[in-house]
T-cell receptor
Framework: DAKTTQPPSMDCAEGRAANLPCNHS???????VYWYRQIHSQGPQYIIH???NNETNEMASLIITEDRKSSTLILPHATLRDTAVYYC?????????????FGKGTKLSVIP | DAGVTQSPTHLIKTRGQHVTLRCSPI?????VSWYQQVLGQGPQFIFQ???????GRGNFPDRFSARQFPNYSSELNVNALLLGDSALYLC??????????????FGSGTRLTVV
């Protein structure tokens, strides 16, 4: 699986958009980008994933660059409850793709 | 619907002892995965079971073992506990063994402290 690089921490003002970057310059054509978050003392929570097209769901948007070497997770209107560690994970989908490889993630602090 | 449930929530054991952690997946989910999360690090993959068979194993010693029951619940066993086994142990379930087009659902974990 391709490695990912994320900033260790970020701050965001409440109500503003939070943009969390992830670099995955060695990503392969069959590898997806997944985002999870972990709120303190809870298990990780799935947010969104994508292959090459931008994706949006009720939680967030995922923007993947055309060369797929980086992506950005966007929380459109951050709230205090979005304070968490956000993990960007690259993983191929299909046979044998059963594990998630977590890095240290980005600790997002939403400030009132 | 109940989510992924893990028991116990907290546990304190002595070095050298054995521990059993339990996980009940979401109803209808046939796959259970176990992860270990040491303080300050991301979760690390230990095992995945699907339809009672081991489908994957991470880089953990043989002191770690697991099994899945006919009702798809699972146990993680750790023998000869070391201080370094102190961690949050997470269970995740999914309908299938592969990632496909959805993510895994994690439980809140069991906090194991080895003294």
């Amino acid at each position: 699986d391709a490695k990912t690089t994320q900033p260790p921490s970020m701050d965001c003002a409440e109500g503003r958009a939070a943009n969390l970057p992830c670099n995955h310059s060695t990503i392969s054509g069959n590898e997806y980008v997944y985002w999870y978050r972990q709120i303190h003392s809870q298990g990780p929570q799935y947010i969104i994933h994508g292959l090459k097209n931008n994706e949006t769901n009720e939680m967030a948007s995922l923007i993947i660059t055309e060369d797929r070497k980086s992506s950005t997770l966007i929380l459109p209107h951050a709230t205090l409850r979005d304070t968490a560690v956000y993990y960007c994970i690259v993983r191929r989908s299909g046979a044998g793709s059963y594990q998630l490889t977590f890095g240290k993630g980005t600790k997002l602090s939403v400030i009132p | 619907d109940a989510g992924v449930t893990q028991s116990p929530t907290h546990l304190i054991k002595t070095r050298g002892q054995h521990v059993t952690l339990r996980c009940s997946p979401i109803s209808g989910h046939k796959s259970v995965s176990w992860y270990q999360q040491v303080l300050g690090q991301g979760p690390q993959f230990i095992f995945q079971y699907y339809e009672k068979e081991e489908r994957g194993r991470g880089n953990f010693p043989d002191r770690f073992s697991a099994r899945q029951f006919p009702n798809y619940s699972s146990e993680l066993n750790v023998n000869a506990l070391l201080l370094g086994d102190s961690a949050l142990y997470l269970c995740a379930s999914s309908p299938e063994s592969q990632l496909f087009n959805y993510g895994y659902t994690f439980g809140s974990g069991t906090r194991l402290t080895v003294v």
